[in-house]
């Protein structure tokens, strides 16, 4: 360049040229899509991160497949670990709530050291303090605030047994609040002149992935204590249809879906919209037969254990449809019987596979933006826990979001929730709720300051909560009034 300058100030006349060559050779250096300030940034980064070339195939599956071609070994490998992890996925599913919440805990976790790991490669070559601490210190806070609440919500009869655990349920959000406020004082202070603006792209970067990530995962949780099938089928479906979508895709993929994804054909999305949904009706009528998988998950105080056993709603119950009839001359039937969730799950499954394909492409577009193939190499073939994990993750907020608009406010009247949220400072801690005969309120006792009601049930019909009565199967926890489905 310093040679360039010099010439450029002995030979005026030929300014242009040189410039115009120069700028050529950077276009040319530029990736396609690339602007002046995705350069900028480049550099500043230090650049990206290397491409993956390894190969992570088990060596056993090398051996069996190593006379086949590249396209048809990556099929088998693909094939052989998604019926692995189907497989492990059955057996956490056996082995109860408890174990699903520490699985959905160490996928959070595993995903978010993903895509920190992809960050904090970029900012090490800086040697800036803190990055990952501060991350990993984040982590720690929101996982603190968002499961507190969950213990709060779900655990409040053994929360109010135990007095260390009341005093952090009374002052749970002022302790999240000051864990988080250490970790910005601490962001604050290690600052570096020079690179104000890579550490702030890096704390932005740490939150981002912290709503990506845990507050979704929590979102999970949430749906698993509406009730496993809540929580298995939706996860299935997204399952289902990346399969089905890869085997369209495979066999009679031709036209180009877009252009994050090159591999992604329209014959695979829309082989895997039917298929998902013919398998999300299977699947929910299944389901829907097995209280173990409709009834919500609660805590019993008794046995310090979850239980999963209730009277099912209507929302499992076998109901006789009428066909429309344009379909009538088709199926030759008038009437179909079939359970209420299993409409509910044609909006799971189509938004599993219309929508939710959505959130891996944009995981696709965030890889192509700092030229990975894959966010780790934990699975074969699969790539990372995240690459995997991506469209579930925007699926557990569609699920969370339907749960609360369209099944647990639809069954009842909203005077009821007037009626319950008369008193806000009561808490009613109960098992069951029954069906009403006629309504004779009784008086309940409270039990010291804790807050419990104590007591009977009104007359076989409706729960008490202060002053105010919550009429047939109506279960109210203030002040979140959250309301099992199954108990609507």
């Known amino acids: 360049m310093s040679e360039l300058r010099q010439r450029l100030g002995r030979e005026p006349g030929e300014a242009q040229e040189p410039e115009e060559k120069l700028q050529e050779s950077e276009s040319e250096n530029k990736l396609d899509g690339e602007t002046a300030s995705d350069s900028e940034s480049k550099s500043e980064f230090g650049g990206s991160p290397p491409v993956p070339t390894s190969d992570d195939t088990p060596e056993v599956l090398n051996r069996a497949l190593s006379n086949l071609s ?25 082995l109860g709530p408890m174990v699903l919440m520490m699985i959905v805990m160490c996928v959070q976790i595993k995903c978010f050291h993903e895509i920190i790991t992809i960050g904090y490669n970029v900012y090490h070559s800086y040697d800036l303090p803190w990055f990952r601490t501060l991350s990993w210190y984040f982590l720690l806070c929101v996982n603190y605030f968002f499961y507190g609440e969950t213990v709060t919500d779900y655990f409040f009869t053994l929360v109010q047994r135990e007095e260390p655990l009341r005093i952090l349920s009374k002052y749970h959000r002022f302790i999240s609040f000051a864990l988080y406020l250490t970790g910005f004082c601490m962001f604050v202070l290690s600052l570096v002149k020079k690179h104000y603006r890579l550490q702030f792209y890096m704390f932005g970067w740490t939150h981002v992935t912290l709503l990506i990530v845990v507050t979704q995962s929590h979102l999970i949780i949430h749906n698993l204590f509406e009730g496993m099938i809540w929580f298995i089928v939706p996860i299935s479906c997204v399952i289902c249809n990346d399969i089905m979508a890869y085997m369209f895709g495979f066999f009679f993929g031709r036209t180009p879906l877009i252009k994050l994804s090159p591999k992604k054909t329209w014959e695979g999305f829309i082989g895997g919209f039917f298929a998902t949904v013919l398998f999300g009706l299977l699947l929910s009528y299944v ?56 409409i509910h799950s044609i909006a799971l499954s189509t938004f599993a596979s219309l929508i939710g394909p959505f959130g891996g492409f944009f995981a696709s577009g965030f890889k192509r933006a700092f030229k990975i193939k894959d966010f780790a190499n934990t699975i074969p073939g699969h790539g990372g826990i995240m690459d ?3 469209c579930q993750y925007l699926m557990a907020t569609f699920v969370n979001v339907y749960i609360a608009s369209f099944i647990r406010y639809q069954l009842f009247p909203s005077e009821v929730w007037g009626l319950c949220q008369v008193q806000m400072t009561y808490r009613l801690a109960i098992q069951d709720c029954w069906y009403p005969h006629e309504i004779n309120i009784q008086k309940y006792k409270t039990e010291g300051d804790s807050g419990v009601e104590q007591g009977k049930h009104v007359s076989e019909g409706s729960c008490r909560v202060g002053n105010t009565t919550c009429f047939p199967k109506v279960c109210c926890f203030s002040p979140l009034l959250h309301v099992p489905s199954a108990y609507l």
């Open 287 to 342: 389901m829907s037969g097995y209280r173990c998988f409709t009834c919500p998950v609660e805590f019993n105080n008794d046995t310090n254990s979850f239980t999963v056993d209730c009277e099912p709603s209507e929302l499992f119950q076998l109901q006789e449809y009428n066909i429309p009839l344009v379909l009538q001359s088709v199926v030759g039937w008038k009437t179909v019987r079939m359970y209420p969730f299993q």
């Open 388 to 390: 995997r994990f991506d």
């Open 70 to 94: 590249s396209r048809w070994k990556n099929w088998w490998v693909r094939g052989i670990l998604t019926l692995a992890m189907i497989t492990f996925f059955f057996i956490i599913i056996y």
